[in-house]
Structure formats: structure tokens, C-alpha cells
């Protein structure tokens, strides 16, 4: 249910936040994102993740932007196995040149993570669901007036870190 409810909100801000594209430019990116687990308690089913996420620009001051981000990460590889994260976070760019950015952000997010076991009585399922932190660092680089690419480091709930790659579509 929380799930569904998060789903629902993320989507009705992205989509009212359409309309102001349209009078000022380079507020909204919707990209998608893939990440490689390179620490936590995850066991091999969950190496690799992807996901969608949404960031607008609320506030420019000279050489940095604060920005806004929502994003819904799983792992699509093992149906035995399931993890589904979504965050909500706020943090900033420190434009450089034109072309690149560095940010950070920090925020909430919603964990929920499923096995499914075969044993000799039977089919088994295991379920723990959690909220918590977390926080990413990288760097953004604009490819060209619609498109850019992020690299960046995710931390989650201080047990989990990730390193992946974005690529965004900026309008």
C-alpha cells in the first residue's frame, strides 16, 4: 500500500511540474538509471539495479542549483528475488563549466526487499520493508541541450553502497 501510494505521489508532482517546462527551460529531467552494488549485506541477486528518476531545479544562485529528485530503483534479474527502493531527496549542482556539474543530495527513502524459498515442505516467502537515509555524490555531464549523463555514488541506509551511471533527458 505504501508502495502504491508513494508510486502515486511521485508521479502527479512529475506530471504537474510538466507545465512549467514548457516557460523555463532546463527545470525538469526524467532519466533512467542503472547501479552496481559494491557493499552492503545484498546477496548476488541484487548486483545489478535499475531504475527511472525525476529531478527538478527549484532555486538557481549563480553556480549552484537546488534541486528536487524522486526515483524508484529495483533489480529485474532473479523473480525469486526482489528489490525495490524509491527515494525522495533534496541536494544541489555546483555548476563548473557549461557542460559540467557536480552534485550531492541527501534524503528519505523506502526499501522493500522479498525471497522466495523451494524447501523440501514446500514454497516459503520472506518479506522485510524499511524506511531510511540516503545520500549520493557525483558528477553530471551535459552531452548536449536535451541530454546528459550523471555518474554517482548512492549510499542507503548506511549498509548498502551502489556506483551507477544515468542518463537523463532534460526538457
Request: hydrophobic content about 45%; aromatic content about 14%; proline content about 1%.
Amino acid at each position: 500500500m505504501v508502495c502504491r501510494l508513494l508510486l502515486f505521489a511521485s508521479f502527479i508532482l512529475l506530471c504537474s511540474r510538466v507545465t512549467f517546462a514548457q516557460f523555463n527551460p532546463d527545470k525538469i529531467s526524467v532519466g533512467i538509471e542503472s547501479s552496481f552494488l559494491i557493499g552492503g549485506e545484498m546477496n548476488a541477486s541484487f548486483d545489478f539495479l535499475t531504475g527511472v528518476r525525476g529531478t527538478y531545479v527549484f532555486a538557481e544562485r549563480r553556480d549552484l542549483h537546488l534541486f528536487s529528485s524522486l526515483g524508484l530503483t529495483t533489480d529485474i534479474a532473479n523473480p525469486d528475488s526482489r528489490l525495490l527502493i524509491m527515494d525522495a531527496r533534496l541536494g544541489v549542482y555546483w555548476t563548473r563549466l557549461r557542460q559540467l556539474s557536480f552534485f550531492a543530495s541527501a534524503g528519505l527513502n523506502y526499501l522493500q526487499e522479498s525471497h522466495r524459498f523451494v524447501l523440501s515442505d514446500g514454497e516459503r516467502n520472506w518479506q522485510r520493508s524499511t524506511f531510511g537515509w540516503t545520500a549520493a555524490v557525483g558528477v553530471k555531464l551535459r552531452l548536449s541541450e536535451s541530454i546528459s549523463s550523471t555518474l554517482f555514488v548512492n549510499q542507503i541506509n548506511l549498509s548498502f553502497t551502489s556506483l551507477g551511471l544515468g542518463l537523463n533527458y532534460i526538457f
